[in-house]
């Protein structure tokens, strides 16, 4: 089915409308290019309509799906750019103000934003992200669930970092994982997000 569209911004008139959109990050602002992959159930539904065939993809599923089918061709462009010596930076800010962007890309029914890259020529070579080790993520045959004692040795390393110790001395707080809770990504900004984007959903005429 391909059920994304990848919508390139190159123009700065077009990058300028979608910056604030994506919080006026410095990578939105300095790379020459976004790339916004959406999911997209329009262009098969209107082929299906053209062709006396009776769509049915209004619903979680075929957004769910088509969500999925715009993030795999996502990654696959990311790794060909990399290895083609680009840089690139996903903005998660993108499901946040999906509206917006919509109204800004001129994005028809049946279509929603899953995710942005920022691309372009790297003028550094940053160090990798921290991650958690492994064995914190995969499972054999059957998913592990975590003890206390396994969860403070996955989650040692970030928390040794110097920069996560400035990050809880900053906020005044006890530890790192009270950072993402209090501070990152709050319940309440959780559930604001939560509920515009289910209502941008449904705009876009997916019925839940």
């Known amino acids: 089915m391909q059920l994304y569209s990848i919508l390139i911004s190159e123009e700065k008139t077009q990058r300028e409308k979608l910056l604030p959109l994506h919080f006026n990050q410095a990578v939105a602002k300095d ?13 098969f539904t209107k082929w299906c ?8 993809y209004d619903n979680f599923l075929s957004f769910y799906t088509a969500s999925i089918d715009a993030l795999l061709v996502a990654q696959n462009v990311c790794i060909a750019a990399e290895n083609a010596g680009l840089g690139i930076c996903y903005l ?9 962007i919509i109204d800004v ?18 003028d550094e070579k940053p160090e990798l992200t921290d991650r958690i080790p492994l064995s914190g993520i995969i499972h054999s045959e059957t998913y592990k669930n975590y003890s206390a004692s396994q969860l403070k ?15 809880v001395e900053e906020n005044k707080l006890e530890n790192l994982a ?9 319940k309440s900004d959780n ?9 941008t959903i ?6 839940f």
Not at 105 to 122: D, M, N, R, S
Not at 178 to 186: A, C, E, G, I
Not at 202 to 207: E, V
Request: net charge positive; glycine share 4%.
């Open 178 to 186: 009270q950072v993402f809770t209090n501070v990152r990504y709050k």
């Open 153 to 167: 040795d996955l989650y040692q390393f970030k928390e040794q970092l110097e920069s996560s110790k400035n990050f």
């Open 202 to 207: 449904k705009k876009q005429g997916f019925i």
């Open 105 to 122: 890309l001129h994005l028809p029914k049946l279509t929603f934003p899953v995710t942005t890259v920022a691309i372009g020529y790297p």
């Open 31 to 43: 790379a020459p290019l976004l790339l916004t992959f959406v999911a997209d159930f329009n262009r």
């Open 49 to 56: 309509e053209i062709s006396n065939a009776n769509p049915g």
């Open 191 to 199: 559930e604001f997000f939560s509920a515009k984007m289910i209502e």
């Open 92 to 100: 998660g800010t993108t499901t946040y103000n999906a509206q917006s």
